[in-house]
């Protein structure tokens, strides 16, 4: 006898439940009294086990330490499996998904408008390093103050697993395709192109992906980092340099980071001599572990030659790899106004026609 | 530390907090997912192998599985487990069919049971089926010891317990009722092949204060007029009460006195609010009853007037934390506390008493006159005697004395067939996976997060008016059916499979209470505090797996799971999966493994 029961109060819209809104115990709040389950956004639609997933995660926890703000975040992105990645965290920002391969226009355009703005732009390694390509060189030439990661499988995930620009030569994907072509390596490309800061990491560590991103969101300038994202349904093969297996036995650090918010820089001390201090524009800093290669982060042919020597040995050099802190921004370059346009008040935005005359005359 | 054995069949046991906590380790949240089904019946017999009395329990337990379930941690309240079991028992349809028969063929051994209360009851269902002969010894007219005279009727109506005693008595028990056992020797002369005492605590104590002789007619042992109170022995009280004892016992004897006449009933207790040992739940039951309960009033001396008693004098005192961390109740140097009363009654505690077992048997008690029994068999130092319930440890609760009675019921079995008593039969365990497809599991994992839901009461007018009006009217069908939404379904278990796991985080990410940290093998005080939820009770172990391809470990904090199932839902490569992790002990019928 077994009778049917009541109806349920939550129709399940998806094959699987939401995620219990339990969280545990000790968990801390932040200094706006928020906790890190605060900063999620809605459940993931992606493939279990992508590595997309982890870098959401890690972009939740770095954005909860740091204590910021969702509503002054503003997210973007462009088409693929990695450009629905804003969806799943800080559902109470900022966000727009635009089309493939073009969230660098739209990116630029934002942040012209609104300068106070944090933006995160999430992109793929299909979305930047093929038909977005022309835009991302430009983004980084213009130097729009954001943090650019693209999160990198070597494959275009979403279309079921072409090879993408990124995926190294000789690498084969789970339909048995293999690259015969070399990759596009877009940490040297960013570096090439004139990024003030640019990291790679890996999905599955997130000890070195949070700081990073919590370092790159700090940076005023342009950020880049691009992140070994594996895609585990059509590029995690033993014989994917893009999967789980290849980039955990082979991504080495060139430096290790530690992030110091704002906040605790008085009271953090570094080791001298075992660590190396870079203070941010914002005041927070980062905190630079020698890794016995004594790498230097801020010479940039040294980080073009250290990233090459190690992918002539199969291995990927991951950490951060580049920063400089003395290249001025759009907004400082073309001498912009100080606001954000939306909070600019009619006389300002319609001065005259006594200061049109004014700027006639200066071109006379 | 050293990767988890989750065929030790304790591992998974302690996850599921409820029935781990349970002295019978009933399987609640298998019983909890039929009353979802309404199928009622069954949840009723799981009740009843594990718990013998699943209605007269889910009023009346003291619901240690309450305090221990998952849901206080994760969420404020535990799921209402206890009350569930009500709704089993009063919705289920006959079950007269399901229960198991003693056979017509005895098998020639004769056990005798002293004390008809639910130790020696469950001692009998258990060996009756094995052709036991039964024979059941009981001074009061009426079975259920304790549960009958104890336990007023406004709390566990007679309906109730009559039906649930009948089916043991009903099977086919010797009843030798009314006849009080004065000689432990002349029962041993009759030749039982093994004697169970289960006579509980019939003790009560006295508080001999100045005036007491005085009084005396108007002073009362709590259990003593309980009992009076249930064979109708007493049915009125005076109009002023007052009720000595913050206990459990007080809170039933304040209460009935409220509905055989007390006007003023009030309930006093030495120390502080905090203190009491009721439970919670009964002294909101008595306040709710318009009940109060004074504090910190030590008490000094009946007052007598003309012979008759009328108040009592309290010395005041507050608590103070002394140099060594003990409580001291040091007096406030207030003027004492006058408080008028026609009866007192003083439930300060019981104990149990054993006149009639001569001290020449071979049946050794320690310095407080307590039985040296083995805690795992309860036989006492004479082969044949064993002990259960309230008479082998002193007062404890119903559920107590069942599982004393499996127990013992075992030991007995085990002895009639010559094997070595010590060696306990393994529990009955079944782990298996609940997956239907990529998203479907046969559980619920959609687990609700509404709060506990409140038992309605009768109107207050009606049941203080008779003792036999149950106070609590039980869940109905849609309130069980949203508490049993709540229940996590900790038996439904997190299983991992280390040679499948590619270290992707996908179970990390999504796992709500952050239970899972992929980290470097450690010692295990470290481990527990390096994880993303710290895992801060010890005793709830960590489930550890062996070296992973980048030579960590997976470490789980068991603690905090929520049973949701996301972790296995996420896993690319099944590395977990839920198994469900059903577990009973061992009763009689299964004592024999060999
Ligand atoms: C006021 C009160 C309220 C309680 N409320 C609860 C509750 O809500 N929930 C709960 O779980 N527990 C409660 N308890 C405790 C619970 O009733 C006991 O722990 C439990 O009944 C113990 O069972 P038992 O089988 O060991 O003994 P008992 O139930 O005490 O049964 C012993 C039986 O042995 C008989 N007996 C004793 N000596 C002899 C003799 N010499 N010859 C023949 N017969 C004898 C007695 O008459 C009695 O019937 C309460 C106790 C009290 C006092
Ligand atoms: C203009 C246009 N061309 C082609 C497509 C088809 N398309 C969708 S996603 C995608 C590639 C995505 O690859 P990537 O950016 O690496 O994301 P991934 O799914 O791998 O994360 C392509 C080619 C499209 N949506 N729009
Ligand atoms: S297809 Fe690949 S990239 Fe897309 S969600 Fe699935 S695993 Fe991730
Ligand atoms: S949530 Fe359910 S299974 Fe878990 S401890 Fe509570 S009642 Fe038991
Ligand atoms: S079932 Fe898995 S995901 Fe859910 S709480 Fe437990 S460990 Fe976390
Ligand atoms: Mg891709």
């Known amino acids: 006898m077994q009778a049917e029961k009541y109806p349920r109060k939550t129709a399940a819209t998806m094959s699987y439940i939401n995620k219990p809104k339990f969280k545990h115990p000790q968990m801390q709040t932040n200094d706006i009294g928020l906790t890190r389950r605060d900063y999620e956004g809605t459940l993931t639609t992606l493939c279990g086990g992508c590595g997309h997933d982890s870098i959401s995660a890690a972009i939740i926890q770095a954005a909860a330490e740091m204590s910021l703000e969702p509503h002054r975040v503003a997210k973007i992105s462009g088409i693929g499996c990695s450009s629905k990645i804003p969806s799943y965290f800080l559902s109470k920002a900022h966000g727009f998904n635009s089309v493939h391969g073009r969230m660098p226009s739209v990116a630029t355009g934002a942040n012209i408008a609104n300068k106070e703005l944090y933006y995160v732009g999430v992109s793929g390694d299909g979305d930047s390093a093929s038909i977005g390509l022309g835009q991302f060189c430009h983004i980084v030439r213009r130097r729009i103050n954001m943090l650019y990661i693209v999160a990198n499988n070597g494959t275009y995930g979403l279309t079921k697993g072409q090879l993408s620009a990124t995926a190294d030569l000789g690498s084969r994907t789970k339909s048995g395709e293999e690259s015969q072509f070399d990759n596009i390596d877009m940490a040297t490309l960013a570096i090439e192109l004139g990024a003030s800061f640019v990291a790679r990491s890996f999905s599955g560590d997130k000890k070195q992906l949070i700081p990073l991103l919590q370092a790159g969101l700090s940076h005023k300038g342009f950020a880049f980092i691009d992140v070994i994202s594996p895609c585990v349904t059509f590029n995690n093969t033993d014989f994917s340099t893009h999967g789980y297996k290849n980039t955990w036995e082979n991504h080495i650090a060139l430096s290790e980071v530690d992030f110091v918010p704002m906040r605790e820089e008085i009271t953090t001390s570094y080791a001298a001599g075992k660590e190396k201090e870079i203070t941010l524009h914002d005041g927070s800093a980062i905190h630079l572990h020698k890794t016995g290669n004594d790498y230097d982060p801020t010479d940039k042919e040294n980080a073009m030659h250290h990233i090459n020597a190690h992918k002539k040995q199969g291995k990927i050099a991951t950490g951060l790899l580049y920063i400089n802190q003395s290249t001025a921004d759009l907004h400082e370059l073309q001498d912009t106004v100080d606001r954000p346009l939306n909070s600019l008040g009619d006389q300002e935005l319609c001065p005259g026609s006594k200061a049109l005359n004014d700027i006639n005359n200066t071109f006379r | ?594």
């Open chain 2, 1 to 594: 530390m050293k990767p988890t054995d989750i065929a030790d069949p304790d591992y998974f046991h302690k996850v599921v907090d409820c029935q781990w906590a349970c002295p019978a380790h009933t399987p609640v949240p298998e019983y909890i997912r039929l009353i979802a089904e309404k199928r009622y019946t069954d949840a009723y017999m799981i009740n009843w192998h594990s718990n013998v009395f699943p209605g007269i329990l889910g009023r009346t337990c003291d619901r240690p599985c309450e305090p221990a379930c998952r849901r206080g941690r994760v969420e404020e309240e535990p799921v209402a487990i206890c009350r569930l079991k009500t709704v089993a028992a009063d919705y289920k349809s006959d079950i007269t069919d399901l229960l198991p028969q003693a056979p017509k063929k005895k098998n020639g051994k004769r056990i005798a049971l002293i004390g008809a209360g639910p130790a020696s009851l469950t001692v009998a269902r258990d060996l009756l089926p094995l052709g036991y002969e039964i024979t059941l010894f009981e001074k009061d007219a009426l079975s259920g010891g304790a549960m009958r005279t104890q336990i007023p009727r406004f709390r566990l109506p007679a309906e109730v317990l009559d039906e649930e005693l009948n089916y043991i008595l009903d099977m086919g028990v010797n009843c030798r009722f009314g006849e009080e056992i004065t000689s432990m020797r002349d029962i041993l002369a009759e030749g039982y092949d093994a004697v169970f005492v289960g006579t509980g605590a019939p003790l009560g104590k006295w508080l001999d204060l100045p005036g007491h002789e005085e009084a005396k007619d108007n002073i009362h042992t709590g259990i003593e007029w309980l009992a009076s109170v249930a064979f109708e022995h007493i049915s009125s009280v005076g109009k002023n009460v007052l009720v000595l004892g913050g206990g459990n016992t007080a809170m039933d004897c304040c209460r009935t006195s409220k509905r055989i006449g007390g006007k003023e009933v009030s309930v006093v207790v030495r120390s502080g609010f905090e203190e009491m040992k009721a439970s919670p739940w009964e002294i909101e039951d008595a306040m709710n009853e318009d009940i109060p309960i004074l504090n910190f009033h030590v008490p000094k001396r009946y007052i007598v007037e003309n012979g008759k008693l009328v108040a009592m004098e309290f010395e005041k005192v507050r608590k103070e934390i002394d140099a060594n961390g003990r409580r001291q109740l040091i007096p406030t140097g207030e003027e004492p506390a006058i408080l008028p009363c026609d009866d007192v009654l003083c439930a300060i505690g019981q104990e149990n008493s054993f006149p009639w077992v001569e001290r020449d048997l071979g049946i050794e008690f320690d310095q407080w006159e307590v039985p040296v029994l083995n805690k795992s068999t309860f036989q006492s130092t004479h082969e044949k005697v064993f002990f259960g319930g309230d008479a082998a440890l002193g007062p404890d609760n119903i559920i107590t004395a069942v599982a004393h009675g499996h127990d013992a019921a075992v030991s007995i079995h085990l002895l009639c067939e010559k094997q070595d008593i010590t060696k306990r039969p393994n529990p009955l365990t079944n782990l298996s996976s609940q997956k239907m497809g990529i998203h479907q599991w046969s559980y619920d994992n959609d687990i609700s997060a509404d709060f506990r839901f409140a038992v309605p009461h009768a109107d207050k007018q009606v049941t203080l008016n008779d003792i036999n009006v149950e106070v609590e009217l039980g869940f109905d069908e849609q309130l069980a059916f949203n508490e049993t939404m709540r229940c996590l379904n900790c038996d439904v278990q997190t299983v991992f499979t280390d040679k499948l796991c590619i270290e992707c985080d996908a179970c990390v990410d999504i796992c709500p209470t952050d239970c899972i940290t992929f980290t470097q093998n450690q010692k295990e005080p470290k481990l527990r505090t390096n994880l993303l939820a710290p895992a801060e009770n010890d005793e709830q172990d960590l489930y550890v797996s062996d070296l992973l391809l980048t030579g960590r470990i997976m470490a789980k904090n068991e603690d905090l799971c929520l049973h949701c199932g996301l972790c296995a839902e996420r896993c690319p490569t099944n590395a977990w999966d839920m198994h469900k992790y059903l577990f009973n002990t061992a009763k009689a019928e299964n004592a024999c493994q060999s």
